[in-house]
Protein backbone atom coordinates (compact mmCIF):
# COMPACT_ATOMS: atom_id res chain seq x y z
CA UNK A 1 0.00 0.00 0.00
CA UNK A 2 1.49 3.02 -1.07
CA UNK A 3 1.66 6.04 1.84
CA UNK A 4 -1.73 8.11 2.06
CA UNK A 5 -3.63 5.64 0.90
CA UNK A 6 -6.31 4.11 2.73
CA UNK A 7 -7.23 0.32 2.58
CA UNK A 8 -11.14 1.24 1.87
CA UNK A 9 -9.47 3.14 -1.11
CA UNK A 10 -8.18 -0.16 -2.52
CA UNK A 11 -9.67 -0.82 -5.63
CA UNK A 12 -10.53 -4.96 -6.55
CA UNK A 13 -7.86 -5.60 -8.46
CA UNK A 14 -8.58 -8.81 -11.15
CA UNK A 15 -5.76 -10.41 -9.34
CA UNK A 16 -4.32 -10.61 -5.95
CA UNK A 17 -6.97 -8.49 -4.12
CA UNK A 18 -8.00 -9.75 -0.47
CA UNK A 19 -11.78 -9.22 -0.42
CA UNK A 20 -14.34 -9.96 2.24
CA UNK A 21 -18.62 -9.86 1.51
CA UNK A 22 -21.15 -9.87 3.77
CA UNK A 23 -23.77 -11.97 1.33
CA UNK A 24 -26.95 -13.14 0.48
CA UNK A 25 -27.79 -15.09 -2.35
CA UNK A 26 -30.76 -16.79 -3.80
CA UNK A 27 -32.14 -18.28 -7.57
CA UNK A 28 -34.03 -15.40 -9.27
CA UNK A 29 -37.33 -16.10 -8.19
CA UNK A 30 -36.54 -18.94 -5.73
CA UNK A 31 -35.22 -19.24 -2.21
CA UNK A 32 -32.36 -17.86 -0.49
CA UNK A 33 -29.78 -20.59 -1.05
CA UNK A 34 -27.13 -18.38 1.33
CA UNK A 35 -27.50 -15.50 4.00
CA UNK A 36 -31.56 -15.71 4.69
CA UNK A 37 -31.01 -14.37 8.20
CA UNK A 38 -27.93 -13.39 8.95
CA UNK A 39 -25.74 -12.35 5.57
CA UNK A 40 -23.40 -15.23 4.60
CA UNK A 41 -19.39 -14.05 5.30
CA UNK A 42 -17.12 -14.94 2.41
CA UNK A 43 -13.64 -14.01 1.77
CA UNK A 44 -11.30 -14.81 -1.04
CA UNK A 45 -8.04 -13.88 -2.92
CA UNK A 46 -8.87 -12.72 -6.88
CA UNK A 47 -7.16 -14.43 -9.82
CA UNK A 48 -7.19 -18.09 -7.43
CA UNK A 49 -10.84 -19.57 -8.54
CA UNK A 50 -12.14 -19.44 -5.51
CA UNK A 51 -15.56 -17.74 -6.14
CA UNK A 52 -17.89 -17.90 -9.13
CA UNK A 53 -16.77 -16.18 -11.84
CA UNK A 54 -19.21 -14.01 -12.16
CA UNK A 55 -19.12 -12.69 -8.57
CA UNK A 56 -15.47 -11.88 -8.73
CA UNK A 57 -15.84 -10.29 -12.16
CA UNK A 58 -18.48 -7.89 -11.06
CA UNK A 59 -16.09 -6.79 -7.67
CA UNK A 60 -12.78 -6.19 -9.69
CA UNK A 61 -12.79 -2.27 -9.42
CA UNK A 62 -14.75 -1.76 -6.56
CA UNK A 63 -13.71 -0.29 -2.92
CA UNK A 64 -14.63 -1.22 0.69
CA UNK A 65 -17.98 -0.23 1.85
CA UNK A 66 -19.71 -0.41 -1.44
CA UNK A 67 -23.40 -1.74 -1.31
CA UNK A 68 -23.74 -4.41 -4.55
CA UNK A 69 -27.11 -6.12 -6.22
CA UNK A 70 -26.81 -7.88 -9.11
CA UNK A 71 -27.37 -11.69 -11.09
CA UNK A 72 -24.61 -13.46 -12.60
CA UNK A 73 -25.89 -15.64 -15.63
CA UNK A 74 -25.35 -19.51 -15.29
CA UNK A 75 -22.32 -19.07 -17.97
CA UNK A 76 -20.60 -17.02 -15.45
CA UNK A 77 -21.61 -19.07 -12.54
CA UNK A 78 -21.55 -22.73 -11.92
CA UNK A 79 -22.47 -23.17 -16.08
CA UNK A 80 -25.30 -24.68 -18.47
CA UNK A 81 -27.15 -27.57 -17.54
CA UNK A 82 -25.71 -30.35 -19.92
CA UNK A 83 -28.55 -33.41 -20.22
CA UNK A 84 -25.62 -35.78 -21.80
CA UNK A 85 -23.83 -35.48 -18.07
CA UNK A 86 -26.89 -37.21 -16.60
CA UNK A 87 -25.83 -41.02 -17.00
CA UNK A 88 -26.71 -44.46 -16.23
CA UNK A 89 -24.38 -47.21 -15.11
CA UNK A 90 -24.41 -50.42 -13.88
CA UNK A 91 -24.16 -51.09 -9.80
CA UNK A 92 -21.18 -52.76 -10.25
CA UNK A 93 -19.39 -49.95 -11.82
CA UNK A 94 -19.94 -48.82 -8.21
CA UNK A 95 -17.24 -49.67 -5.49
CA UNK A 96 -19.16 -48.36 -1.83
CA UNK A 97 -17.44 -49.08 0.88
CA UNK A 98 -18.84 -51.90 3.72
CA UNK A 99 -22.33 -50.93 4.77
CA UNK A 100 -22.76 -47.80 2.67
CA UNK A 101 -25.89 -47.78 0.54
CA UNK A 102 -26.95 -45.35 -2.05
CA UNK A 103 -29.90 -42.84 -2.40
CA UNK A 104 -31.09 -40.18 -4.60
CA UNK A 105 -29.54 -37.07 -3.63
CA UNK A 106 -26.36 -38.80 -2.02
CA UNK A 107 -23.05 -37.02 -3.44
CA UNK A 108 -20.21 -39.21 -3.96
CA UNK A 109 -16.63 -37.96 -4.40
CA UNK A 110 -15.22 -39.17 -8.08
CA UNK A 111 -12.25 -40.36 -9.61
CA UNK A 112 -11.14 -40.55 -13.36
CA UNK A 113 -8.83 -40.49 -15.32
CA UNK A 114 -9.38 -37.02 -17.28
CA UNK A 115 -9.08 -33.77 -15.69
CA UNK A 116 -12.61 -32.25 -16.87
CA UNK A 117 -14.47 -34.59 -14.77
CA UNK A 118 -16.08 -33.29 -12.16
CA UNK A 119 -14.84 -33.71 -8.00
CA UNK A 120 -18.46 -34.97 -7.24
CA UNK A 121 -21.84 -36.50 -8.77
CA UNK A 122 -25.00 -36.57 -7.53
CA UNK A 123 -27.11 -39.39 -7.41
CA UNK A 124 -30.49 -38.87 -9.35
CA UNK A 125 -32.22 -42.14 -8.93
CA UNK A 126 -31.07 -45.72 -8.13
CA UNK A 127 -32.40 -48.59 -9.35
CA UNK A 128 -32.54 -52.54 -9.21
CA UNK A 129 -29.36 -52.78 -11.58
CA UNK A 130 -28.35 -49.38 -11.79
CA UNK A 131 -27.88 -45.94 -10.37
CA UNK A 132 -28.37 -42.69 -12.71
CA UNK A 133 -26.54 -40.03 -11.80
CA UNK A 134 -25.39 -36.50 -12.47
CA UNK A 135 -22.32 -34.55 -13.29
CA UNK A 136 -23.80 -31.33 -13.30
CA UNK A 137 -23.27 -29.18 -10.48
CA UNK A 138 -26.48 -28.60 -8.44
CA UNK A 139 -26.47 -25.24 -9.71
CA UNK A 140 -25.92 -25.77 -13.10
CA UNK A 141 -28.22 -23.53 -15.43
CA UNK A 142 -29.13 -21.68 -13.25
CA UNK A 143 -28.85 -17.76 -12.29
CA UNK A 144 -27.57 -16.66 -8.80
CA UNK A 145 -28.75 -13.21 -7.92
CA UNK A 146 -26.22 -10.93 -5.01
CA UNK A 147 -27.04 -8.37 -2.55
CA UNK A 148 -23.51 -7.94 -1.17
CA UNK A 149 -21.73 -5.55 0.80
CA UNK A 150 -17.93 -5.11 0.25
CA UNK A 151 -16.77 -5.46 3.96
CA UNK A 152 -12.87 -5.60 3.50
CA UNK A 153 -10.99 -4.80 -0.05
CA UNK A 154 -6.76 -4.59 0.19
CA UNK A 155 -3.66 -6.13 -1.19
CA UNK A 156 -3.04 -9.59 -0.53
CA UNK A 157 -0.26 -10.62 1.63
CA UNK A 158 1.28 -13.58 1.50
CA UNK A 159 -0.63 -15.05 4.42
CA UNK A 160 -3.75 -14.75 2.92
CA UNK A 161 -2.92 -17.13 -0.23
CA UNK A 162 -2.92 -20.98 0.39
CA UNK A 163 0.58 -23.05 -0.03
CA UNK A 164 -2.17 -25.18 -1.81
CA UNK A 165 -3.25 -22.69 -4.52
CA UNK A 166 -0.07 -22.98 -6.82
CA UNK A 167 -1.34 -21.79 -10.47
CA UNK A 168 -0.83 -24.80 -12.93
CA UNK A 169 0.06 -24.28 -16.73
CA UNK A 170 -3.21 -23.71 -17.39
CA UNK A 171 -3.59 -21.18 -14.99
CA UNK A 172 -5.93 -23.47 -12.81
CA UNK A 173 -5.36 -23.76 -8.89
CA UNK A 174 -7.32 -25.81 -6.17
CA UNK A 175 -6.22 -27.78 -3.30
CA UNK A 176 -6.78 -31.56 -4.16
CA UNK A 177 -9.91 -33.56 -2.91
CA UNK A 178 -9.25 -36.70 -0.93
CA UNK A 179 -11.63 -39.00 -3.07
CA UNK A 180 -13.72 -42.34 -1.27
CA UNK A 181 -15.51 -44.09 -4.55
CA UNK A 182 -14.52 -45.02 -7.56
CA UNK A 183 -16.28 -45.89 -10.56
CA UNK A 184 -15.69 -48.20 -13.05
CA UNK A 185 -12.77 -49.82 -12.05
CA UNK A 186 -12.03 -52.15 -8.78
CA UNK A 187 -9.96 -50.34 -6.29
CA UNK A 188 -6.87 -50.92 -5.48
CA UNK A 189 -6.47 -54.02 -2.81
CA UNK A 190 -4.35 -54.02 0.40
CA UNK A 191 -2.23 -57.08 0.49
Not at 8 to 13: G, L, N, S, T, V
Not at 174 to 181: H, L, Q, S, V
Amino acid sequence: MTEGTLPQDHKIAAEGSYVKIHYKTRIPGGPVLKGAGTPEVMDFVTGYLQVIPGLEKRLVGCTAGERHSFTVPPEEAFGEFHEDLVIEKSVEDFHFPPGMKPFAGMELPLITRGGDAPDTVMIKQVKEDTIVIDMNHPLAGKSLQYELIIVEAREAQSTDVCGQWNKDETGQTGCPAIPEIVLGEDPPRDN
